[in-house]
Nanobody, 123 residues
C-alpha cells in the first residue's frame, strides 16, 4: 500500500516555473515506478512523465519534452516534476501515481493515486 500526497502547485505567470513534489508513505516506495498525469477542465486525464523505480529510466510525452522533467529521491520517498516555460495550456490538476513494473503512459495501469495539486498559468 502506498499513499501519495502532491504539493507545489499554485498560480504562476506564463514563462515561469514550478516544481511539484509527491511524497509517498510506505516502506516500498523504491520498488514502484512513478508517473505524473494532469487533467484540465473538461478533458481526460493525460500522461505527463514516468520514472522507473531506480530513476534510471524516464518516459515523457513528446510535446512536453524539454520543458518538464521528472526525477525521484528514494531516500526521501519523493518524486518531483520540474516544469519550466509554463504556458496557459499547462493549467490543470496534476496527479502523481504509482505502479509496480515499468513506467507506462496508460492511466489504468497505475494502482495508487494522489489527490492532485492545482497548477494555474496566467497569460
Amino acid at each position: 500500500q502506498v499513499q501519495l500526497v502532491e504539493s507545489g502547485g499554485g498560480l504562476v505567470q506564463a514563462g515561469g516555473s514550478l516544481r511539484l513534489s509527491c511524497a509517498a508513505s510506505g516502506r516500498t516506495f523504491s520498488s514502484y515506478a512513478m508517473g505524473w498525469f494532469r487533467q484540465a477542465p473538461g478533458k481526460e486525464r493525460e500522461f505527463v512523465a514516468g520514472i522507473s523505480w531506480s530513476g534510471s529510466r524516464t518516459v515523457s510525452t513528446d510535446s512536453l519534452k524539454g520543458r518538464f522533467t521528472i526525477s525521484r529521491d528514494n531516500a526521501k520517498n519523493t518524486v518531483y516534476l520540474q516544469m519550466n516555460s509554463l504556458k496557459p495550456e499547462d493549467t490543470a490538476i496534476y496527479y502523481c501515481a504509482a505502479r509496480g513494473g515499468r513506467p507506462v503512459s496508460r492511466t489504468d495501469d497505475y494502482d495508487y493515486w494522489g489527490q492532485g495539486t492545482q497548477v494555474t498559468v496566467s497569460s
